[in-house]
C-alpha cells in the first residue's frame, strides 16, 4: 500500500428504463444525411430515403439508444436531447434542469437539505452529505471521524461541483457529477493517514468498514433488495420507480 492513499466513495443514482409517449416523427428531407424520424425518452431513429437505380424507393434506418438520451421539455412538450450541464444561479446555487432528473446544490455543502434531486416521476431527494465513520459489524460499534463542514462549491464545467475542502480533522472533498443517465456523489479523502486506524478506535480491522453517511429530509419509500456481496457483506439495494441507488465502490485514485 503506498503512504499516502486516496480514495473515492461513490453514490450514484441512475435512471432505469420507463415507458414514456414517443414524440411524432419529423419532417423528412430524402436530399440530405439520416434524420431524426422518431424520439423516446431513451431513444432516436434515424432515416434515411433515397433512390435506387431502377427508380424504387430504398429506406435505411438505425436506433440510437442511451439511457436518459432526451427529456420532455414542459416549455414545448416535446422531447429534446438532455444536456449534462450545471448552470450557476445569481445567488450560486448549481441548477441541472435540462435532463429527467434536475439537481440543485447549494453554495454551501453544510446546510440543511443541500442536495436536491428530483427524480423523473416528479418524487424528491432532499438530503445532505453529514460525515465519515468507521464501522464495527462484528459488535455494532459505530465511531464518527470526520464530519461535514461548511464549504462553497467550485465549478468545473461542465457537470461537476466540487466542494474541495469539506470534511474536519481530514483532507477530504465531496464531489457531485451530473449526467443524462443519473447523478453521483464521490467522497474524495486526499490522505487516508489522517483517518488513522480502526484499532485507535478500539475496533477490529478485519471487520470494520468505513462509511459515508447523509441525511435524508424527504424521499419515497425504496423496494429494498438484500444481497450478499462476494466479500460476505450484507448489502441493500434500494430501488425506487424509475432511478435505483448503485452499489457504492471504493478504490484508490492511482490504483488500476
Known amino acids: 500500500m503506498k503512504r499516502t492513499l486516496s ?11 420507463l415507458n414514456a409517449q414517443i414524440a411524432s416523427p419529423v419532417a423528412l428531407d430524402s436530399s440530405k444525411s439520416p434524420a431524426v424520424v422518431e424520439v423516446g425518452p431513451h431513444h432516436r431513429v434515424w432515416q ?42 445569481s445567488k450560486g446555487y448549481a441548477v441541472a434542469s435540462k435532463g429527467q432528473h434536475q439537481a ?49 462549491g467550485q465549478f468545473i464545467a461542465p457537470n461537476v461541483i466540487l466542494y474541495d475542502d469539506a470534511f474536519t480533522d481530514i483532507k477530504g472533498a465531496v464531489r457531485y457529477t451530473y449526467t443524462k443517465a443519473g447523478f453521483e456523489q ?33 424521499a419515497p419509500t425504496p423496494l429494498k433488495i438484500t444481497e450478499i456481496t462476494p466479500d460476505n457483506l450484507t448489502d441493500e439495494v434500494l430501488n425506487l420507480p424509475q432511478m435505483a441507488f448503485r452499489r457504492c465502490k471504493a478504490f484508490g485514485i492511482d490504483a488500476p
Not at 480514495?7 to 443514482?13: A, C
Request: glycine share 8%.
Open 186 to 218: 464521490d467522497v474524495l479523502i486526499y490522505d487516508s493517514s489522517a483517518l488513522g486506524s480502526p484499532e485507535d478506535y478500539g475496533l477490529t480491522p478485519a471487520t470494520t468498514l468505513l462509511e459515508m453517511y447523509s441525511e435524508f429530509h424527504s
Open 48 to 89: 434515411n430515403v433515397s433512390a435506387g437505380e431502377h427508380g424504387q424507393t430504398i429506406t435505411n434506418s438505425y436506433t440510437e439508444l442511451a439511457t436518459g438520451m432526451n427529456y420532455l421539455d414542459p416549455a414545448t412538450g416535446q422531447y429534446t436531447e438532455s444536456q449534462a450541464t450545471f448552470e450557476i444561479t
Open 104 to 152: 440543485i446544490l447549494a453554495p454551501n455543502i453544510n446546510s440543511g437539505g443541500s442536495v436536491d434531486l428530483r427524480m423523473p416521476d416528479g418524487s424528491r431527494l432532499l438530503s445532505n452529505p453529514m460525515g465519515l465513520s468507521f464501522y464495527d459489524r462484528s459488535n455494532g460499534t459505530n465511531v464518527l471521524v470526520a464530519e461535514v463542514k461548511d464549504c462553497i
Open 7 to 17: 480514495i473515492v466513495l461513490l453514490v450514484s443514482l441512475w435512471t432505469s428504463c
